[in-house]
């Protein structure tokens, strides 16, 4: 009952931000249209590192409990990880062409997502080129956090080393948030709820794992037993 | 010193070797696993020597001090075996002087002298491991995994590749493993059995 | 510590009798640096592209050689036999103390023989192999965890590479402005952040490393 009435709430806030963002949206000067590009590339962005930071907490939870289930927990945050990357590079991108005037000029937002991915890539890679389950998960997950303890240095020491022309985060370090009031109640609605949009997918996709160990658990103990 | 094993189950992929192994050997004892080709005697051998972790249930190694540490297990083990290889681009003397170091076996070149004597490989110590007969190497196999005097030795196939004279030698020494410390065998052939205390069969 | 350096003489024998690493890693240098300065000419490219055409040579030399160490001791069926006598945090370090010696080596050829041929002019020599010497830690390090993992793989070869690009990327990066940094005459303390960032790099990824590989050498 409950999940069904986050449904519905979701559909509409959903609902509700694509329309704010097109039809009610202020627009900023300088950016013209493109201004709404924003509610819809950071958030996604944002997902992308939440998902990264749970791989890692996965993985980690496999090394320390070697239960399966959190393998395949780490796996399906690398898989939305992995899509949700794709789509913060797509929207991020189309911003860069109209900004900067180049869909990709290597700023080191750009440099960091596309590390993202190859981490990503790198992960599946190495999962497809081990037969064994145990290896597999043990190796997959050590490779995780390796990467994982590389990425403050993509977030905290590239950009100092080089320029970057990317907007400041909208967390900056001032404390600022250059939005106006509309601006504001689009984009966080729009934060919120992607992210209940993905903790939603997550879950599900969460539950089918979940259900097929069990499965498989289930076989396994018959055939324990038939002996 | 005694090895124990609680309920051990081991899996690869969907397919189940081993089913609920439990026994525990005491010092002064063997242990013989027999079962056919494939049945899982070299998998039970690596989980008993902690090469590789089961599935489920659990190894112990227990002396009046309680039980050792997984990380200190390896201490206890001398193990020879098919898929254990020693270095072959190294000499003899190299891949001993090397493993009797990291044992800190302590007088280790008496230690190996006298083994290399015993098996037969006298005065073969400067060959590299490479140029040694396939019944040459299972023999420099027993030599390294005897250098520390292990408390538990596990012999995967001990027969495999030796001739008449190493068989005995062989048997000799492990009459005497299990005279005061624990002997643990995998083998297919029943003249083994005679070695054991204790029979364990894998598989159907 | 005794068992850390008694692998790591154990790889230096076995590297002596075969010189697989070694011959891989310094051909490998040499063809990509002669292919390099054919392409391109000698007088052609600025000090900024030859910098970080320095470091790519220097990764993918370092690429066809740093894995090796565990592969042989995998494909010789001798990884359970060392199992058997050491702990995991001893065969790290000592497979890894090989790798950072196998990296010297390769810069102490690859550097004279770069600066001869691309005519690359440093202005700053002593910053330029303080970078080297510092960011070689990071890449055997990361070279090294990578080589442990893809020995336990299917397909060795081109997985090294895949994997250990971008676990080794931070160092290629602020190596290489670092290097652009000594082609000027410009004091060490101008690159105070790229020789501070290789350093912390450094010693987390080895000390990842230490904690992790448990997890990678026990099945």
Redesign the interface.
């Known amino acids: 009952m409950l999940s069904k009435l986050w449904k519905a709430i979701l559909f509409v806030g959903i609902a509700l931000v694509f329309t704010g963002a097109f039809l009610w949206s202020s627009l900023k000067e300088g950016l013209g249209d493109f201004t709404r590009v924003l509610y819809f590339h950071v958030p996604v962005a944002w997902i992308t590192v939440v998902f990264f930071f749970m791989a890692a907490y996965y993985s980690y939870r496999y090394l320390r409990t070697k239960d399966i289930l959190f393998d395949a927990y780490a796996k399906i945050s690398n898989e939305l990880g992995i899509l949700f990357a794709i789509m913060a590079t797509i929207t991020g991108s189309i911003w860069a062409k109209v900004i900067w005037h180049s869909f990709w000029n290597w700023d080191p937002r750009e440099t960091s997502i596309f590390i993202l991915l190859l981490i990503y890539g790198a992960y599946f890679s190495l999962r497809s080129a081990i037969e064994q389950e145990d290896r597999r998960a043990r190796l997959a997950a050590v490779y995780s956090l390796l990467a994982f303890v590389t990425v403050p240095f993509f977030i905290f020491i590239v950009p100092r080393i080089y320029f970057s022309l990317h907007p400041d985060p909208v967390i900056n370090p001032q404390g600022k948030i250059n939005l106006d009031v509309r601006q504001r109640i689009i984009f966080f609605s729009s934060l919120f709820f992607q992210t209940i949009l993905f903790l939603w997918i997550f879950n599900v996709r969460k539950t089918q794992v979940k259900l097929q160990m069990y499965l498989r658990e289930y076989k396994e103990t018959k055939l324990l037993e038939e002996k | 010193m005694k090895l124990i094993a609680e309920q051990i ?1 081991k ?4 397919h ?1 070797i081993l ?2 192994i439990n026994f525990e050997v005491r010092s002064g004892s063997s242990l013989v696993i027999t079962g056919a080709n494939g049945s899982g005697k070299t998998t039970l051998v ?1 989980i008993l ?1 902690n ?3 089961p ?1 489920r249930g659990r190894v112990i190694y227990q002396n009046e001090k309680g039980s050792i540490p997984r ?1 200190h297990m ?1 201490r206890f ?1 001398g ?1 020879v075996g098919p ?8 000499t003899a003397q ?1 891949n001993l002087v ?2 009797a ?3 800190e076996v302590s007088d280790y070149k008496n230690r190996i002298a006298f083994l290399m004597e015993r098996l037969g490989l006298k005065g073969r110590e400067k060959d ?1 491991v490479k140029a040694y007969s396939s019944g040459m190497q299972q023999r420099l196999k027993y030599v ?1 995994a005897l250098l520390h005097e292990p408390e538990i030795l596990f012999i995967d196939e001990p027969r495999s590749n030796l001739d008449q004279q190493g068989v005995d030698t062989v048997y000799e020494i492990l009459s005497e493993q299990k005279k005061d410390k624990i002997l643990v065998v995998a083998t297919n052939d029943s003249e083994d059995l005679r070695l054991a205390d204790q029979i364990i069969k894998v598989g159907n | 510590m005794k068992q850390t350096w008694l692998i790591f003489v154990k790889d230096i024998q076995q590297e002596f009798k075969t010189r697989y690493a070694i011959n891989a890693i310094l051909l490998f240098a040499v063809v990509t640096l002669s292919a390099v300065s054919f392409a391109i000419g000698t007088f052609t490219a600025g000090s900024q592209v030859l910098s970080a055409l320095f470091w790519v040579i220097l990764f993918f030399s370092s690429m066809s050689g740093l894995s090796h160490i565990f592969i042989r001791e995998e494909e010789s069926q001798t990884a359970d036999t060392l199992k058997l006598v050491a702990s995991p945090m001893h065969i790290y370090l000592g497979k890894f103390l090989f790798n950072l010696i196998l990296l010297f080596a390769l810069e102490i050829i690859l550097v004279p023989l770069f600066i001869a041929v691309m005519n690359f002019k440093l202005g700053n020599f002593p910053l330029f192999l303080l970078t080297l010497f510092i960011g070689s830690f990071g890449m055997a390090g990361g070279g090294t965890m990578v080589a442990a993992i893809i020995s336990k793989a299917s397909s060795k070869g081109a997985l090294f590479t895949v994997l250990a690009f971008p676990i080794i990327l931070p160092v290629m990066i602020t190596g290489i402005s670092a290097t652009k940094k000594a082609t000027e005459t410009t004091p060490i303390a101008s690159a105070q952040n790229e020789l501070q960032a290789l350093f912390a790099f450094g010693v987390i990824i080895i000390t990842a490393s230490i904690l992790l590989f448990d997890y990678v050498w026990n099945e």
């Open positions: 189950v899996r690869f992929g969907t189940l089913r609920n690596k020597s090469l590789i972790a599935t990380d390896y083990i193990l898929y254990l290889q020693l270095y072959q681009e190294l190299e090397f493993f170091r990291m044992r590299p390294c």
